[in-house]
């Protein structure tokens, strides 16, 4: 159901409403439960072929509809669209923190990256850019360098195994 509204979302006829919980799921999922956080953005990649297969494109469309809206909106924090050159083009790289975080299976991540390269990191090609650009576009870079991490990189790990570890080192 979260996602269901990001099938064939159109930003024109549809609200931000619709399909920001599931991108808030995720996000705030990440650090303490990134298990939720993965199966979510696998269904997001699964369901795009597999919901209506004669549909697939308008499906992905709608998927990479949501994205791009979540990101101009800056649904999160690290969503920021970017100036990157004189043409005022915007990048959407900025739900790599999301979308290339290492908590994720590297089959999940290559899968992201197949499905959405538009959204991940990538090395970019270089840009011309003019000086009054130039400290717009450092100043984005800090910031983004800064929120990059904004995940834990710690393992992940189950409420049962979590109460296991608190309790090792106590006598019972």
Known sequence: ALFYDWL??????????NIEPAILVMHHSMKPHPAITAT?????????PHFCPALESHVRQGVVN?????VEKRV???????????NMLKTYRHLSPLFDNPKLDKEL???LRDKFPEFCSSPSPPVEV?????????????IIDKEDNCYDST????SDDEEELNNKGKKR
């Open 8 to 17: 064939f979302f159109s930003p024109e006829k549809d609200s931000i409403m």
């Open 40 to 48: 979510l953005l696998d269904f997001m990649c699964r369901i795009i």
């Open 66 to 70: 949501s994205l791009t809206f979540i």
């Open 76 to 86: 999160l924090a690290f969503s920021a669209a970017a100036l990157v050159s004189s």
């Open 109 to 111: 991540r290559a899968m």
């Open 130 to 142: 003019k000086v009054e650009e130039a400290v717009s576009l450092e100043m984005e870079n800090s």
């Open 155 to 158: 393992e992940a790990a189950f």
